[in-house]
């Protein structure tokens, strides 16, 4: 789509949308000051508390019935339905009202449940992540007077950031209330404030954890060392094979794959992950390249003595915990395989190895972005945007998009959402860009106009 063909909202749908905005950014604020951190035990009636806030918003945006359920002992869900008029398509509007822990409440700007206005930027642990998309949704269904012209499902999970464990049991046990003809996830990312996008590609996520022992228990480094080395030292050694000189990932039998997406200009990308003067981006390709269709290998934690408690003993044993993300188009379970082999390869001097595969598996998930749906979508969010929408990839894993794909294999799904490169998911001063977010608000009602037959 070039910008000549870029459409003007209608005026008295993008009226609704300003006239609301002011309170749904006051509802967002009030989101956002609960620690819906489902994660930490100690958050669980945060989360719930949260859940019932979402479900009394739902409510007073006209809701023909509102439930929060859960499954398995997960999070509270809340699931809400408008009925549509006659003939129009089942619209599921999905969002999650779980967040991130902070990393340290010391290390923001300001407190990260207190939101906070700077420089047009709304700031506040699930600003952006993913309580913006929430929002978003109920936005719209006020802009349509509870009134929509489609039908619609909104389904707002509260366990999202922790992998998503109960939503299997609660697609089957609700799949008959949830069932749509259309799915519209608002949890990814704009590549710029101005320019929307649709995400057609993600990431996938496989972890282990690899311990290594060398002896039955510590000993004097003064009166073995030398002969004898240490469990940590060989950690160190085979953690190193995971990359080679150049940074990529040296695990063998892994997909990657090419992107012809611009790269960004680089000081703004070193500038927007706090890259330090001097680090050297590893491995090769464009960034778009490495960030969304290669895969990646971290090391998330080791267990070791703290500095300030070592002493001079031999360690007998160590362990990490290793994350992969996987390329669109990688088997998870194959590629933890090839993870965990290539560790027991590579551990040095014949120490004992133990891999451990980890439970928090996503596959990784890639749409053809083709159909009457997908042109209603860019159709709707150049308009609103004022730019072509883009296609694009995140390197980022959402494990349950792959899992909706599975359960309601007729449906089109949209993966898109109110969040920029300054907006700093899951890390320190996460912010939403107040402005894009109502752009995000007029793209969605504009969507749903189109598919409601209201070109």
Request: hydrophobic content about 45%; charged content about 20%; some cysteine.
């Amino acid at each position: 789509m070039t910008d000549q063909q870029i459409s003007t909202p209608p005026a008295e749908l993008a009226e609704a949308v300003t006239a609301v905005l002011p309170g749904a950014r006051t509802d967002l604020e009030a989101l956002v000051r609960i620690p819906s951190i489902w994660a930490d035990p100690a958050h669980a009636d945060d989360t719930r508390r949260s859940a019932d806030a979402v479900a009394a918003l739902a409510r007073d945006a006209g809701a023909a019935d509102v439930q929060v359920i859960s499954a398995g002992g997960g999070a509270p869900a809340v699931v809400a339905h408008w009925p549509g008029p006659e003939g129009t398509p089942t619209v599921m509007l999905y969002a999650h009202h779980d967040v991130q822990p902070t990393g340290g409440d010391e290390h923001w700007t300001t407190p990260p449940f207190e939101p906070t206005e700077r420089d047009g930027r709304l700031y506040g642990r699930g600003a952006a992540d993913d309580k913006a998309g929430v929002m978003t949704h109920l936005a719209v269904l006020r802009a349509y007077d509870g009134r929509p012209p489609v039908g619609v499902v909104l389904f707002i999970e509260g366990e999202e950031e922790s992998g998503s464990p109960t939503l299997t049991a609660l697609l089957a046990e609700h799949h008959a209330s949830l069932a749509a003809d259309v799915i519209v996830i608002a949890d990814a990312a704009n590549p710029a404030v101005d320019v929307p996008a649709l995400t057609t590609s993600l990431r996938g996520l496989v972890d282990v954890v690899v311990e290594v022992s060398m002896l039955e228990r510590p000993v004097h480094s003064g009166v073995y060392g030398g002969p004898i080395g240490d469990a940590l030292t060989a950690l160190c050694r085979t953690l190193a094979t995971l990359h080679d000189d150049k940074g990529e990932v040296a695990v063998p039998g892994l997909v990657h794959g090419s992107s012809d997406a611009p790269d960004p200009d680089e000081a703004t990308y070193r500038a927007d992950a706090g890259l330090l003067d001097g680090v050297e981006l590893i491995g090769s390709g464009s960034i778009p390249e490495r960030v969304n269709v290669k895969p990646a290998v971290a090391v998330l934690g080791i267990d070791a003595p703290r500095v300030a408690e070592a002493s001079n003993v031999l360690l007998p044993r160590a362990r990490a915990m290793v994350s992969m993300r996987l390329a669109p188009g990688e088997d998870a379970a194959q590629a933890q395989r090839a993870l965990a082999e290539h560790l027991e390869r590579n551990v040095p001097w014949g120490a004992h190895v133990t891999v451990t595969p980890g439970t928090g598996v996503a596959e990784p998930f890639s749409l053809s972005a083709t159909g009457e749906v997908y042109d209603h979508a860019r159709a709707a969010f150049s308009s609103a945007y004022g730019n072509s929408a883009v296609e694009t990839g995140i390197g980022g894993s959402i494990p349950f998009i792959a899992e909706f794909a599975r359960t309601f294999p007729g449906a089109a799904v949209l993966v898109t959402g109110v969040g920029d490169p300054a907006s700093r998911w899951h890390g320190i001063d996460e912010s939403l860009h107040l402005g894009m977010f109502g752009r995000g608000v007029l793209a969605e009602a504009l969507l749903l106009s189109r598919l409601g037959g209201q070109d």
